[in-house]
């Protein structure tokens, strides 16, 4: 059964900065892109970054650039998020996201929150 687990969330100061990975497992079959949402307190779920499985071509919501990488590591077949200079609104519960070429699949989501 295909599982994304998310590590790494918490509390950090504003201007700190944390690292999130993904563990894809039991994913035999070929992935598309890997990505990053979240979804912070009242707001809808939103598009953060996504890498691509072919190439590492990456992109980045508008918010975000300049502060976050993501990454992959294809041996150990994760997904990462370095954070950086967080601000209080990137307070949210980050999900991993997976689209392949047979669906798309979630994370539970991992809390980050950004307060003095």
């Known amino acids: 059964q295909v599982q994304l687990v998310e590590s790494g969330g918490g509390l950090v100061q504003p201007g700190g900065s944390l690292r999130l990975s993904c563990a894809a497992s039991?994913?035999?079959?070929?992935?598309?892109?890997m990505s990053w949402y979240r979804q912070g307190p009242g707001k809808e779920r939103e598009w953060v970054a996504t890498?691509?499985?072919?190439?590492?071509?990456?992109n980045y919501a508008d918010s975000v650039k300049g502060r976050f990488t993501i990454s992959r590591d294809i041996a150990k077949n994760t997904v990462n998020l370095q954070m950086n200079s967080l601000k209080p609104e990137d307070t949210a519960v980050y999900y991993c996201n997976v689209n392949s070429i047979r669906s798309t699949y979630w994370g539970q989501g991992t809390q980050v929150t950004v307060s003095a």
């Open positions: 890498i691509s499985t072919a190439g590492g071509i990456t």
């Open positions: 039991e994913f035999t079959f070929t992935i598309y892109t």
